[in-house]
Nanobody
Framework: QVQLVESGGGLVQAGGSLRLSCAASGNIFSINAMGWYRQAPGKQRELVARIISGGSTNYADSVKGRFTISRDNAKNTVYLQMNNLKPEDTAVYYC???????????????WGQGTQVTVSS
């Protein structure tokens, strides 16, 4: 069983910062990409940032220069540092990871339960 547990969401004023964390646990053999998605009310879930095992990253245009994704491979953990937050960043943020379990022969996508980020103006 693989679990992704997120933490770090909350309420912040515009211009403020938050740091999200997501730790993967379970019978993990390897992890390829890890990333963060978000879904605002009435909108589709969208990619925020993604990092592959070698360290390459990509970001949504709307967060470039403000958000930074990083990972600690030894801890199977991915982070999202969010600076200069804007009200339009308000959403539920979901962690995603492409994981191969020790008992599996392929990598599969797993999702966290989501953490609310609210930015007040």
């Amino acid at each position: 069983q693989v679990q992704l547990v997120e933490s770090g969401g909350g309420l912040v004023q515009a211009g403020g910062s938050l740091r999200l964390s997501c730790a993967a646990s379970g019978n993990i053999f390897s992890i390829n990409a890890m990333g963060w998605y978000r879904q605002a009310p009435g909108k589709q879930r969208e990619l925020v940032a993604r990092i592959i095992s070698g360290g390459s990253t990509n970001y949504a245009d709307s967060v470039k220069g403000r958000f930074t994704i990083s990972r600690d491979n030894a801890k199977n953990t991915v982070y999202l540092q969010m600076n200069n937050l804007k009200p339009e960043d308000t959403a539920v943020y979901y962690c995603n990871a492409n994981i191969r379990r020790a008992s599996d022969s392929v990598h599969r996508n797993y999702w966290g339960q989501g953490t609310q980020v609210t930015v007040s103006s």
